[in-house]
């Protein structure tokens, strides 16, 4: 007979694979939100190792659980994401996006079936965004859960741009002055400051016109042509932006506003209430729904 369930009972480890399945029967009893932190390995410059992404994401994760394990439990992260498009530097590695996708969805469906039904999804590594966004879709289609998705840097994003960055528009796109700020803070030993080089401060001036339909930046907006190619056809050093801006302290502010954000955002979506679905045809569909959701 598994032990029975203490409704008082709040286990303080916010870590969902330290708990046993008795507790995880708790957790489930006492509605806490499970969050996925989602990554990359990829190459980030000269000068930063290639768990960027993935560190960001889980680190924000981490802090916003010890802050406040009452409310959440976080999975151990997703390290891999997709990267096609990346393969030209050495290290990278790569998940083809239906395998990509069809993965985080399992996870989210092996929650949803368990009992957990609030489910976010916190992403690290841009070129996973509309990767993570449709696994969200997904799991709101397929399970009884409601499942949120979001990149960190979307947590910061005001913030980061009013109050903390000294770059204009471009310089914080890719191992930039956010994620080297952020790395180092979390692990400064981590960062080659001797290689930093801010390949491309103002990338908009590199193909004319650019200023105006194509520039990229993570907190202040891309321009409305989004043209992906090769990164190694656009960047000889694998970094966007400007790293040698960066500092610890820049890295600190944003980490740890992330990480508040990211409580109060749980401490909401708990106990949002979730919409009923409804069926308007006035003659129901004849056949089973045909979609592989
Ligand atoms: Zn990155």
Known sequence: M???IDPDYVCREHRYEKLTWPEINEAIAQKKVVVLPIGSVEQHGYHLPLDVDVRCANSVCQAAGMAAPE?????????????NHVMDFPG??????????????????????????????INGHGSNAPLVDQAARQ??????????SLSWWELIGQYWNEEVRESGRGGSAHACELETSMYLHMD???????????????YTTKIPGAAEW???????????????????SYSETGSFGAPELATAEKGQLVFDRAAERLADLIRWFRTRP????????AEKPTMAYPFAW
């Open 2 to 4: 598994p032990p029975t």
């Open 71 to 83: 409310e959440m439990l976080v999975l151990p992260p997703v390290s891999y994401g997709y990267c």
């Open 188 to 202: 400064p030993a981590g960062v080659r400051t001797d290689r930093i080089e801010g390949a491309l401060p103002d």
């Open 139 to 148: 799991t709101n289609l397929q399970t009884d859960a409601l499942c949120c």
């Open 214 to 232: 194509h520039y990229t930046d993570i907190t202040l907006g891309s321009g409305p042509a989004s043209i992906i190619s090769w990164t190694a």
């Open 274 to 281: 979730t919409e009923t679905r409804r069926e308007h045809h």
């Open 92 to 121: 990278t590695i790569t998940i083809e996006p239906a395998t990509f996708v069809k993965m985080l969805v399992d996870i989210t469906r092996s929650l949803a079936y368990h009992g957990f039904k609030r489910i976010v999804l």
